[in-house]
């Protein structure tokens, strides 16, 4: 998993970690070290075989408390601290290892080399579950580079097998690229970012905005009072239409059920353009109910599956219908991180967001409304691991391009709102799509 060519090997690691669960795993003993426990642990959770955090006990002491004696155990505290993050709700020995390896991984970072403890920064500043897989693969890559003991064909199919994604990616990105030049919509809507999203923010007028709700409602753009807005009608039009033409009838009812999440989401915007004029902050849960559906997070997941038709089709699509819980946790977190990094100019201006709401209902400070807010973001992990667990409802790729999603926001929203101002991205933008892994 770490170099990002297990998918070449899919077929042998699901036999050895199904001789692993089932066999092995009851049998781990005080022959197997911190490092091992923990790597063994991490790794049959993230492929959704549901080992017990017991197998930690033993490396606590008599009072409770994980022991001492291995706290200069480099490689095993730092394989604890990347196993917690697999955690699910009440398994209270993964917090503890959290809160106890963290500060030893700070200090021995200063007392390490500086190949080791650039590693151990990584970790501390994004764990390897949470990561994006390929930013995560890259890094390990160099890291494992450096390491005296590493294996040279493995190394340097590791770096072949990126580099050639990475092409890939890069012809992707040119067949966006060219779709949105000819689109050419940056003439008549000089403020885009997120075409609908910004209109409804910050540019148009309410009543312009009930106006174009309407119009996208009953499919006809006639009564739109704006030259902007009959742009803008046109290109959610063709945006809608492209979700039809990619399947053989238009009454197909996966597609119907994107373009019906599409006007939910328009709604939404019509809903929070509302509480701006009124200036007036919602209730936290009134507030988030709409926020779920405002952030598109409801919208990806079926536009996803749709990219993948070999995995899912209608009983996949109607399990997303059900709203399932690791589809509300992905979108509870990635709603909420959003908004703990939402720009001054944002909250001066009065839009509503998570922790304002927050903070007016329950009268409590800034400070004390962000830390309740990571406690939810934490738990909605803890969710979506739970729910990645194995029998799944739908098959594991579609599982984990769910958890993607939430990936993603931690990524983009990890310093501050990098969707909005790019340049926190700037350097994982260079080394997934633009720079090659030097090969010599």
């Known amino acids: 998993m770490s170099f990002g060519i297990s998918y070449h090997f899919e077929n042998e690691i699901e036999e050895q970690l199904n001789h692993i669960f089932n066999v092995v795993h009851d049998d781990i003993n005080d022959d197997y070290d911190l490092y091992n426990v923990a790597l063994l642990f991490r790794v049959l959770r993230q492929h959704g075989y549901k080992i017990s955090c017991n197998v930690f006990k033993r490396f606590k002491d008599s009072d409770g408390k994980f022991n001492k004696a291995i706290s200069n155990d480099v490689k095993g505290i730092l394989s604890l601290y990347e196993a917690s993050f697999v955690s699910m709700r009440g398994e209270d020995i993964l917090d503890e290892a959290i809160a106890f390896a963290r500060p030893l991984l700070e200090s021995l970072a200063m007392q390490s080399s500086p190949h080791l403890a650039k590693h151990i920064n990584d970790a501390l500043s994004m764990p390897f579950h949470r990561g994006l897989p390929r930013v995560e693969a890259r890094k390990f890559i160099y890291f494992y580079e450096e390491e005296e003991s590493h294996n040279e064909t493995l190394l340097k199919f590791a770096k072949l097998d990126y580099n050639r994604v990475q092409l890939l990616h890069k012809q992707e990105l040119g067949v966006v690229s060219r779709w949105w030049k000819e689109l050419d919509l940056a003439k008549g809507l000089p403020y885009i970012l997120a075409l609908v999203d910004d209109t409804y923010d910050s540019y148009g007028t309410l009543q312009e905005l009930q106006c174009f709700t309407d119009a996208l409602e009953r499919g006809n753009s006639d009564q739109l009072p704006a030259d902007y807005l009959k742009i803008l009608y046109k290109a959610v039009l063709v945006f809608l239409r492209n979700w039809g033409m990619t399947k053989a009838m238009k009454e197909d009812p996966i597609v119907s059920i994107i373009q019906r999440r599409y006007k939910e989401v328009v709604r939404s915007y019509l809903v929070e353009a509302q509480w701006f004029?009124?200036?007036?902050?919602?209730?936290?849960?009134?507030?988030?109910?709409?926020?779920?559906?405002?952030?598109?997070?409801?919208?990806?997941?079926?536009?996803?599956?749709?990219g993948v038709e070999k995995l899912a089709g209608v009983k996949e699509f109607k399990w997303l219908e059900t709203n399932p819980k690791l589809v509300e946790a992905s979108k509870f977190f990635g709603r909420l991180l959003n908004d703990m990094v939402a720009r001054k100019d944002e909250e001066k201006e009065g839009h509503c967001l998570a922790g304002n709401c927050y903070m007016k209902e329950y009268g409590v400070s800034k400070e004390k409304a962000m830390e309740e807010l990571r406690k939810m973001c934490d738990n909605a992990w803890k969710d979506m691991n739970e729910e990645s667990m194995r029998p799944t409802a739908v098959s594991m790729p579609l599982i984990t391009s769910i958890v993607n999603l939430a990936r993603m926001m931690e990524v983009v929203f990890q310093y501050d709102d990098g969707y909005t101002i790019a340049s926190s991205l700037k350097d994982h933008v260079t080394l997934m799509f633009v720079e090659p892994i030097p090969e010599d």
């Open 277 to 306: 004029y009124d200036r007036h902050l919602r209730p936290f849960n009134e507030y988030m109910h709409n926020a779920l559906i405002s952030s598109c997070f409801s919208l990806l997941p079926p536009v996803v599956f749709l």
